[in-house]
């Protein structure tokens, strides 16, 4: 990404992850953990509930059409678009820690099955990079188990073989981030949601502590 890094009081934290990783639960346990400290914070995700987003959860859900791969990966990097400049950038200023469930990596996976890897860097470029991304990795198999139970599958959760396909996206995404500087944290996620919390806390405290003294940890992260 060729975007500065962000120069707002407040921080974004990105949650990724193939679907069943636990990037929301993860997200919102992050947020909870801010609340006792706190911290100003807000919890988003996208799709965002813009009006492009509600557009692309139609599409994932099967209701609507989206003609073509390039027109997917633009409405997603529009709707991110929208997000930042609607949503995350306005809490940002106020210095408001925003913790966001997916954001420009997942398209850098899913949306490379069918697209190439740099062109969609360059339909994302304008968004604030994250100050800091968590990757929670999952084997394929793991992931499918965990969203079995649901009553209905989006788009991206019917196939292994291309959710399989997703998490090698994933990482090739995550290597073509580091080539510009931009890391990407991994946590193993097969781990109990206590003790992923505990990573995702270090990680979070490391960032926060010189902008929220209260997130500063006084001894090890504990569940």
């Known amino acids: 990404m060729t975007n500065p890094n962000n120069s707002n009081p407040g921080a974004l ?10 990037s ?6 992050l947020i909870e953990w801010l609340g006792r400290l706190r911290v100003p914070a807000v919890f988003t995700s ?35 678009m929208d997000h930042v400049a609607s949503e995350i950038v ?17 398209s850098l996976a899913y949306q490379a099955l069918h697209c190439d890897l740099e062109w969609l860097i360059e339909i994302n470029r304008f968004a604030v990079r994250p ?23 989006e788009r991206f959760e019917e196939n292994r073989d291309e959710l399989a396909r997703i998490a090698a996206r994933y ?9 510009d500087g931009e890391v990407v ?13 505990v990573e995702v806390v270090r990680l979070a405290s490391a960032v926060l502590a010189p902008r929220y003294p209260a ?9």
């Open 215 to 223: 997130a500063a940890l006084s001894g090890p992260a504990r569940p």
């Open 90 to 106: 306005p809490a940002l200023a106020r210095g408001e820690t925003v913790v966001t469930d997916r954001y420009y990596l997942s």
């Open 24 to 29: 929301t639960t993860q997200s919102k346990m």
């Open 46 to 80: 996208e799709p965002s509930k813009g009006p492009i987003g509600v557009t692309l959860r139609e599409h994932l859900g099967r209701r609507l059409e989206l003609n073509g791969p390039e027109a997917e990966a633009l409405a997603f990097a529009a709707d991110r």
């Open 171 to 179: 990482d090739a995404a995550i290597a073509r981030l580091g080539r």
């Open 13 to 22: 934290i990105v949650v990724e992850g193939i679907d069943g990783a636990g």
């Open 131 to 153: 100050d800091l991304t968590v990757f929670l990795s999952v084997p394929v198999d793991v992931g499918m188990a965990r969203f079995s139970g649901r009553a209905t599958r």
């Open 185 to 197: 944290h991994v946590v193993d996620g097969t781990q109990s949601p206590a003790q992923v919390h």
